[in-house]
């Protein structure tokens, strides 16, 4: 019986590795090579430290994975979180921090929701959602509200840049249960906490910092989010004409 269920688990393992390696085009995994490549000798030819360079590697990894709905994005997101929850942290970002701390308890939740959704469509990888008008209307208020409160509480801190850092975390927290709930208006929100995010670290190099690659990590997440907003709409609208063909 034991080696029956090991068998079982065996195979089950083999097929969730299956599924992470199939449905990719090969632009896209030129992409992620790409990514990769660049985020890390960049910075190691600015002499950037071991911490942001794997902060900014595995977040690249993560999000890439994400976009294409692989589960196994949740793995490199175990690591990233707690690395750039340290690094906001000792730059001043007192939110991100605190934010990175909320991702990682959500890395275990957002795995276990999508391991219960996933798709037989290699490309698609799991079934993704959208929200209700009502229900953009109400995350819409909620962010507006939740960003002045949490902009007031930082600004009491002394914190870096409160406003800039109110708005990406009200923008992540409600971008990461849209990941969880696999809704592709989570893109849209992670678009916007990348460009703000770029302008964060852009003066924080600017101002003598060495942390480069997390730099360059925004700036690649911001095209790549640009990216698989299109990718998730492409393959929505791929759904809808096959569950409603044109007659002839």
Not at 169 to 195: F, K, P
Not at 203 to 208: A, F, N, Q, V
């Amino acid at each position: 019986m034991k080696r029956y269920e090991n068998h079982k688990i065996l195979l089950a393992t083999e097929s969730l590795f299956t599924e992470q390696i199939k449905g990719w085009r090969t632009s896209e995994v030129m992409w992620l090579i790409f990514s990769l490549s660049a985020i890390i000798s960049i910075s190691v030819a600015l002499s950037d430290n071991v911490l942001g360079i794997t902060a900014a590697a595995t977040g690249m990894a993560y999000t890439i994975l994400a976009g294409k709905g692989k589960i196994s994005c949740f793995l490199f997101g175990m690591v990233n979180t707690p690395i750039y929850a340290y690094l906001a942290f000792s730059n001043g970002y007192y939110g991100d921090a605190a934010l990175n701390i909320y991702y990682f308890a959500m890395m275990f939740t957002g795995l276990s929701a999508w391991l219960n959704n996933r798709s037989s469509d290699s490309e698609e990888g799991i079934k993704r959602t959208r929200l209700s008008r009502r229900g953009k209307l109400q995350l819409a208020f909620l962010i507006l509200a939740s960003s002045a409160i949490l902009w007031a509480a930082l600004s009491h801190l002394g914190g870096s840049r409160p406003l800039c850092d109110s708005l990406t975390n009200v923008l992540s927290i409600a971008a990461m249960i849209l990941t969880v709930r696999r809704a592709i208006e989570q893109w849209i929100l992670w678009i916007a906490v990348d460009a703000i995010e770029v302008f964060m670290w852009y003066k924080t190099y600017s101002e003598g910092g060495s942390l480069i690659s997390i730099l360059l990590m925004w700036l690649l997440f911001l095209a790549n989010g640009i990216y698989l907003l299109s990718l998730w709409i492409r393959i929505e609208r791929k759904n809808k004409a096959q569950r409603n063909p044109e007659k002839p």
